[in-house]
């Protein structure tokens, strides 16, 4: 007799490989065959797994279609199985997975598309964060402020694609009221991804100088490295004015000095 | 964490001997404004992992009208992997912020070797396994600090390994964990016409003191050319061959809080709501003869 573990296994391998290789002797046959009862499972496994992009990505998959969607997803799950008993945690790399998959390799956009829908999922889902407590930041003193480091909110994200990601997403969404068309010829965007106190979630379009500032200070970069990189992008950025703004909002909610 | 004022008064063991509903995302809002007159809520645990956002404060808001329940989907209890500690740590947190009176999981497995299907696959019914999910059983309890409530799943297979009825492995995975029993009517309904047993002897072997929980849902016929399965699918109100062995059930089990599960597919709030007072008039009818 097998032992629990190996029948795991074999099960699991029938279900999600495919394997033809006799698990269904292991099944008491009565009525319905061995094999269409693990087709039963197959099939809700896959319902349940598809679900759960589906919720994820629901402009990918508008884009692509329903049926399409489905054989898409179906491929990545058998790739890149679930590792969580938490379904939320289930598709971080469907992004990539689109772009080297090679029915969509005509549709350019869609892996950033998927970016964007993944990083709404994230920070729809991240942790509170209480303001940047501005009162200890005016007792950093004045010579030591371009060693500060600086903390984005949890659930803010920044994503930069060389689409109209933005407008792509805004014209499929439920609620869209006939906006004109998204020509790709529109050009890339910087995209801040933000979640307000009131959980509403924003999509800021950001130019070039604000968006190397968050980016640099996202990447840990001190406060002068990251005004340099957002001057050099942008000369004329008014640097305290965003940088006030991003505090203001709430994206910029921490810091340190390092050796402190 | 210190709890509130409402959190308290609706701490442990207050889940009344009613219908309740389980609660999805798309009804927080009518919930919130209608405060519909039902017992009790349940929530898919997992549901609420995140580390913040919508789902954690809708259920923290409506947690105060209404006694809880967890309700796990995910925790893989029959794997033969080693326990998920980050997804117990994320259950004991949530349990530690919404003091839900009941905490259940389900009688089968839902991964191995690292991957997950995240579905209620079942067991074999064999002594090996019941020595195992005993084990695992009385593992989650200790770190969770309270007992479980374990629910017996729908089948569409029975391996030819299995040698222990599931009434009986259900029942002796009670008796030695301690564990309470989840029992879901639809479910033995569903796993009865499937595998051909009589849903009547599952109750009967059940003994009254464990089933501290009922569910209650609908199931899907699906047809092949070799014959027809039932489908466990919460999308449809309960069927009648099911609120009629839901009423056995109650004769047997006197007043259980009593679960209308609905998951895809959703209606109104108030269909659901409809659907729980049908149980709570089953229920009021046994509380009367009772008296």
Redesign the interface.
């Known amino acids: 007799?097998?032992?629990?573990?190996e029948?795991?296994?074999g099960?699991?391998a029938a279900?999600?490989d495919g394997d033809a290789g006799g698990f269904d002797?292991?099944?008491?046959a009565?009525?319905?065959?061995?094999a269409?009862?693990?087709q039963?499972?197959r099939h809700?496994?896959l319902l349940?797994?598809t679900g759960?992009l589906e919720a994820v990505y629901p402009v990918v998959r508008r884009l692509v279609g329903e049926e399409f969607f489905r054989y898409a997803a179906a491929q990545y799950i058998a790739r890149h199985?679930?590792?969580?008993?938490?379904?939320?945690e289930?598709g971080e790399h469907f992004p990539l997975f689109l772009q080297s998959f090679p029915p969509t390799a005509e549709l350019v956009y869609l892996p950033d598309v998927a970016r964007l829908e993944w990083a709404y999922h994230q920070v729809?889902?991240?942790?509170?964060h209480p303001p940047l407590d501005l009162t200890t930041l005016a007792q950093i003193p004045a010579e030591r402020q371009g060693e500060l480091h600086f903390q984005l909110h949890?659930?803010a994200c920044l994503l930069e694609s060389a689409f109209p990601i933005l407008r792509i997403w805004q014209v499929n969404q439920d609620d869209d009221t006939g906006d004109p068309p998204v020509d790709l010829a529109e050009g890339g965007v910087q995209l801040l991804i933000i979640?307000h106190e009131n959980?509403d979630i924003e999509f800021q379009a950001l130019a070039d100088g604000e968006f190397s500032l968050l980016h640099a200070l996202a990447g840990n970069s001190d406060f002068t490295t990251a005004c340099e990189q957002a001057m050099a992008a942008q000369p004329t950025l008014d640097l305290p004015a965003c940088f006030h703004r991003h505090v203001l909002q709430g994206v910029l909610v921490d810091f340190f000095l390092p050796n402190c | 964490m210190i709890a509130k004022p409402a959190l308290s008064r609706l701490g442990p063991g207050s889940i009344p001997a009613r219908a309740g509903i389980g609660l999805r995302a798309e009804h927080y809002d009518a919930v919130l404004e209608s405060r519909p007159p039902v017992g009790w809520l349940e929530v898919h645990s997992e549901n609420y992992f995140g580390a913040g956002g919508k789902p954690l404060d809708y259920l923290e808001r409506i947690r105060a009208h209404y006694p809880l329940s967890l309700h796990g989907v995910g925790l893989s209890i029959g794997s033969t992997d080693p326990l998920d500690r980050w997804h117990l740590s994320k259950l004991k947190a949530l349990i530690r912020r919404f003091e839900p009176a009941l905490v259940s999981e389900h009688l089968s497995w839902g991964s191995v070797g690292g991957r997950h299907f995240n579905d209620l696959l079942p067991l074999p019914y064999t002594e090996e396994a019941l020595y195992h999910v005993v084990a695992r059983v009385a593992q989650v309890q200790d770190q969770l600090g309270r007992p479980l409530l374990i629910e017996n799943p729908s089948s569409y297979l029975q391996y030819v390994e299995s040698t222990i009825p599931e009434w009986e492995f259900l029942t002796e995975l009670a008796e030695r964990t301690g564990c309470g029993v989840l029992l879901d009517v639809n479910n033995i309904y569903v796993s009865a016409r499937n595998h051909s047993f009589d849903a009547d002897t599952y109750l009967r072997a059940i003994p009254r003191h464990v089933v501290q929980e009922i569910h209650l849902a609908g199931f899907t016929v699906k047809c092949f050319e070799d014959g027809e399965i039932l489908i466990d699918s919460h999308n449809q109100p309960v069927w009648p061959a099911v609120w009629a062995l839901y009423r056995r059930a109650i004769q047997r089990f006197s007043p259980v809080p009593t679960l209308i599960e609905w998951d895809t597919d959703l209606p109104e709030l108030t269909v659901l709501v409809d659907e729980a007072q049908r149980a709570d008039a089953i229920l009021e009818e046994r509380h009367a003869q009772a008296a």
């Open positions: 007799m097998p032992r629990l573990r029948l795991q296994l099960f699991a279900l999600l002797r292991h099944i008491r009565s009525g319905l065959s061995g269409r009862r693990l039963v499972y809700n496994t349940g797994l759960a199985p679930s590792r969580s008993g938490d379904l939320h289930f729809f889902h991240a942790a509170r949890p659930a979640r959980l």
